[in-house]
């Protein structure tokens, strides 16, 4: 029998061991290959077209949900689940809304984590039994959003990007190089984010991109 092959992308070293530990231990499942940022999560799995994602939201450089969407844009059919610690309306919605198949969280057993892998490679949707009624009430029933639109709603994904990387301390020369944008390029996104967000200086930003939860703490 031919192994689904499988991408990690998970930029704790330890964890993402656990994750080739458990998945080598299947004779089913293969690991394709291992990123350890969005752009990496991005860049393998355009080279290696894996059968399944197993992806954080939390990652260096570009964000889960971002590489999410890009990924889904170049390979719509690539079955994609999200590990993650974030249990909040607006990462679930937004992740399904991304085109995501399951969602696990990091606390999950080793059972539960690959019965997640399993049911999502065979098309079928997964959902941490934790969060599940907030799925059902907030994705299932229609309501697509559970909260007001907010500034950082008005932000584009280009500019949620941005702020990430403006968070991580990264200089506009360096997000231009990851993003292959110009420099000036940079610097008009991050003049258009702050006047959206209303705020002034990069203390500001790191600070707001702290709370949102696209910035480590």
């Known amino acids: 029998m031919k192994k689904k ?17 458990m998945i080598d231990s299947d004779e089913s499942l293969e690991v394709a290959a291992e990123a350890e940022n969005g752009l990496e999560a991005v860049k393998y799995a355009l080279k290696h077209t ?13 964000d889960g949900l971002s590489a999410i969407k890009e990924i889904k844009r170049q390979i719509p059919d690539v079955f994609i689940l999200a590990l993650t610690i974030h249990d909040s309306d607006e990462f679930i919605l937004e992740c399904f809304n991304a085109g995501v198949l399951g969602y696990c969280l990091k606390d999950a ?13 065979s098309g079928k949707m997964y959902i941490s039994p934790g969060i599940a009624g907030k799925v059902m009430e907030g994705y299932i029933e229609g309501r697509k959003t559970l909260k007001e639109k907010t500034s950082w709603d008005a932000l584009t994904q280009r500019e949620r990007e941005i702020l990430k990387l403006v968070g991580e301390g990264y200089t506009s020369k360096e997000i231009a190089d990851f993003l292959c944008i110009s420099p000036k390029t940079v610097e008009r ?24 939860g696209i910035v480590g703490r």
């Open 5 to 21: 092959r499988i991408l990690i992308a998970e930029d704790n070293t330890l964890l993402r061991e656990g994750l080739r530990m």
């Open 50 to 62: 894996p059968d399944l994602i197993v992806i954080d939201l939390s990652m260096p450089k570009m």
């Open 109 to 121: 057993t080793r059972e539960e984590l690959l019965k997640a892998v399993k049911l999502v490679l």
């Open 189 to 212: 996104h991050r003049s258009n984010i702050m006047n959206k967000l209303d705020l002034h200086n990069v203390s500001e930003l790191t600070a707001f991109a702290i709370e949102k």
